[in-house]
């Protein structure tokens, strides 16, 4: 059974820093794109962020570029997202995703998902 396990969420100031880990299990996703997505209250599920089998390329939403670090570890089967000055609209339940279906959005595998509050 494949899973997708999201860890490292909480609650932090604004400016803040938080690092992101999902960690996958059941399979290898080493040859495969991986990605990260959220979603606030009374809102749609939204990209965050993307990065290729190897880590050679990576994709970025506008509104965390230049704030927002993806990369991965083939070797743990692990994917992470270093959040650093975060704002409190990046407040969201962030998702970790496996293995694209259909660029950009649609995955194959989702994890549950790990709350992020950017809170004074």
């Known amino acids: 059974q494949v899973q997708l396990v999201e860890s490292g969420g909480g609650l932090v100031q604004p400016g803040g820093s938080l690092r992101l880990s999902c960690a996958a299990s059941?399979?290898?996703?080493?040859?495969?794109?991986m990605g990260w997505f959220r979603q606030a209250p009374g809102k749609e599920r939204e990209f965050v962020a993307a990065?290729?089998?190897?880590?050679?390329?990576?994709y970025y939403a506008d509104s965390v570029k230049g704030r927002f670090t993806i990369s991965r570890v083939n070797a743990k089967n692990t994917v992470y997202l270093q959040m650093n000055s975060l704002k409190p609209e990046d407040t969201a339940v962030y998702y970790c995703?496996?293995?694209?279906?259909?660029?950009?959005?649609?995955?194959?595998?989702w994890g549950q998902g790990t709350q992020v509050t950017v809170s004074s």
């Open positions: 059941g399979r290898t996703f080493s040859s495969e794109a």
């Open positions: 995703a496996a293995e694209v279906r259909k660029w950009p959005n649609d995955y194959a595998y």
């Open positions: 990065i290729s089998w190897n880590g050679g390329n990576t």
